[in-house]
């Protein structure tokens, strides 16, 4: 699903990328759910940005293991989209906190 995703987005077919990004994430590819939050965060294949949702997509993929998703809630936190209290849910893993810690500390946060 995130390859055929992938493969829009080289196309510049970004409704058909985010729609197969999503429901790759949905099944819970982690690099699937980053993608997502690139497309939701940047507007693309979408009506509007929609950094709420951008926000929920890097942090499930920062719980998954992907570090790239963890600096980009960074980056997102330090912009002011989403808050400070959503970090660290009841439901977040070690991993997502280490992976948080570590971006949220090299973004000079911490």
């Known amino acids: 699903m995130d390859a055929l995703g992938t493969i829009h987005s080289t ?5 058909r990328a985010v729609a197969w990004f999503t ?3 949905e099944a819970g590819l982690p690099v699937a759910m980053f993608n997502t ?4 965060e940047e507007g693309r294949g979408v009506a509007a940005p929609d950094y709420q949702a951008a926000v929920e ?17 960074c980056r997102m936190y330090t912009h002011g989209h ?10 977040s893993s070690s991993t ?3 992976l948080v810690f570590l971006a949220l500390k090299g973004c000079g946060v911490t």
């Open 37 to 40: 939050g690139v497309f939701l």
């Open 11 to 15: 196309r510049n077919e970004d409704e």
């Open 96 to 98: 997502l906190q280490t």
């Open 57 to 73: 997509w890097f942090r499930r993929a920062a719980d998954a293991g992907d570090g790239g998703a963890a600096g980009n809630l």
């Open 23 to 25: 429901k790759g994430a």
């Open 82 to 91: 989403g808050r400070a209290w959503q970090l660290f849910p009841a439901s």
